[in-house]
């Protein structure tokens, strides 16, 4: 079965360091992975996602994420955090080869950023 | 563009009533999908559209029913709502890609439904 798995919770960092917020999923094939954010009594919002080509892949607000193949992973990360970055945020699969619409979503990260 | 819209944002139900949820969008996506969130469990895929008079089902339909009449509007109709329904529901729309690849999910603001 196809999943997806966020492992932590909550990730606390302070302002200015760096985060990362990690993500694996099992999914046959090469899949199309996305990251999206989530702020308090809002819709999701689009970060970036991996199609093919570079394994890093540069995103909204200064946010990267790294695919790695061999581990199935593709974590989210960001050279110094903000205050603002504090939000929910989830990493979502979508298997290329099945033909369907179908994502599958993780259970989601809560990031805290203290200033 | 207003984006992709919701109504209503709250509703409370009695265990039994039914009602429908209402999505539109107004950027003439070809593909929309129903989530509902629950916590700890993410977003969970309910039902999804390809194009106007098609639809699927996701990962948990049971107790929902979509239809997609039109390029805009996908609404979502609870036939006989259960505690179990409880939850915030996202409806979500993406364009078709024009090459090979994927394109992504414009979500709505969410409607936070609870049955009593």
């Known amino acids: 079965a196809q999943s997806v798995a966020q492992p932590e919770d909550q990730v606390n960092v302070a302002e200015g360091n760096p985060l990362t917020v990690k993500c694996t999923y099992s999914?046959?094939?090469?899949?199309?992975l996305f990251w999206y954010v989530q702020y308090p009594n809002r819709g999701l919002q689009f970060l970036l996602k991996y199609i093919t080509g570079d394994n890093l892949v540069k995103g909204s607000y200064g946010f990267e994420a790294e695919f790695n193949k061999s581990q199935t992973s593709f974590h989210l990360k960001k050279p110094s955090a903000l205050v603002s970055d504090s939000a929910l945020y989830f990493c979502a699969v979508r298997d290329r080869g099945s033909g369907t619409y179908k994502y599958i979503f993780g259970t989601g990260t809560r990031l805290k950023v203290l200033a | 563009n207003a984006g992709v819209t919701q109504t209503p944002k709250f509703q409370v139900l009695k265990t039994g009533q039914s009602m429908t949820l209402q999505c539109a969008q107004d950027m003439n996506h070809e593909y929309m999908s129903w989530y509902r969130q629950d916590p700890g469990m993410g977003l969970r895929l309910i039902h999804y559209s390809v194009g106007a008079g098609i639809t699927d089902q996701g990962e948990v339909p049971n107790g929902y029913n979509v239809s997609r009449s039109t390029t805009e509007d996908f609404p979502l109709r609870l036939l006989s709502a259960a505690p179990s329904q409880t939850s915030v529901y996202f409806c979500?729309?993406?364009?078709?890609?024009?090459?090979?690849?994927?394109?992504?999910?414009?979500f709505g603001p969410g409607t936070r439904l609870t049955v009593t």
């Open positions: 979500a729309s993406s364009p078709r890609p024009q090459l090979a690849g994927v394109r992504e999910q414009y």
């Open positions: 999914v046959s094939g090469n899949p199309y």
